[in-house]
């Protein structure tokens, strides 16, 4: 595997880690669960990039391009249900369906011009290892819809972004921020930069653009607690902190109680261990206090962390 596969992988990865970690936090939000769902999507479309090493044949590699290609049109559809989700937090069926109502139409049409319209009619692999796709006669109606499909997304989100406040609107700008970093440098690699200067070396950087999605989301979720997962990371990382420093006290008990009892010809370590736990069952009381004001000094508190649990 050269860069562009090992980037392609990590990318994917990452992608995958943060939309099930925002998921698992929070799984009873409908946002959370749309998020997730735009991870997925975003997955499959790093999958296409991922699965060209291991591609047998022309026609495989054309039909993972096409895939590609589709995948782009479902990313920008799930932009927009993520953008309803956050906006309308209760569950309504109806409002969901004149959201995706256009996108019931454009994705149909994608689908038709990617897989048999000639959206990709050849595959050229450079010595980059990236597939650089030859379009066909539906390269022009493909753009079309797909252009629709994200003016459509943009007049929402700019509408939403207006009428909202608080952290609806912190959310909002987020998501708007990554989206629009994932499509504007996604296209200039992919399209621009490529037909302005002849140059198609540069797409095999396209898996930035999806790490700086990433980025920007988990700088926000640490930061402003956007995608409401901010006080399960608070409490996370005061057990994490709360274990690591038990961990320590019963490594500084056992290691010298040990060495000594070796040292007097005993093979047991029985001691050791027993001392070693009865230090760390005393050390849960203090330790807890402090390690739950560093937590609370990273992010806001609302709840004590249950030291029992």
Known sequence: MNSFHISSLLAFTLNLVLGVSVYTMNPQRRANRFFFITSLAIATWLLCFV????AESREVLISLMRCSGMSSVVIAMAFDLLRHAIVHEEEDRRDLLRTM?????????NAIISFYADLVTEV?????????PIYGTG?????????CGVLLFVKRFAGDLRSTKGVQRT??????????????VGLLLA????????????????????????????????TRRIMSVGEVLRRATAYLLIGVYLLLVYTAVHWPVSFLTHDFGSASDTLAHFLAAIATAFS??????????????LFISTQAMDTQA
């Open 284 to 297: 849960i009381a203090p330790a807890h206090g402090r390690m739950q004001r560093v937590a609370n000094r």
């Open 171 to 184: 959310e909002l700008g987020y998501n708007w921020l990554a989206a629009a970093l994932l499509a504007v």
């Open 51 to 54: 699965l060209v090493p291991i």
């Open 124 to 132: 050229d692999q450079t010595k980059t290892g990236f597939p650089m």
């Open 191 to 222: 399209q621009v930069i490529p037909t302005v200067t002849g140059n198609r070396q540069v797409m095999q950087f396209i898996p930035l653009s999806v790490l700086m999605y990433d980025g920007i989301l988990a700088y926000g979720i640490v």
């Open 139 to 147: 390269q022009i109606p493909y753009v079309f819809t797909f252009a």
């Open 101 to 109: 109502a256009p996108w019931l139409f454009i994705l149909p049409i």
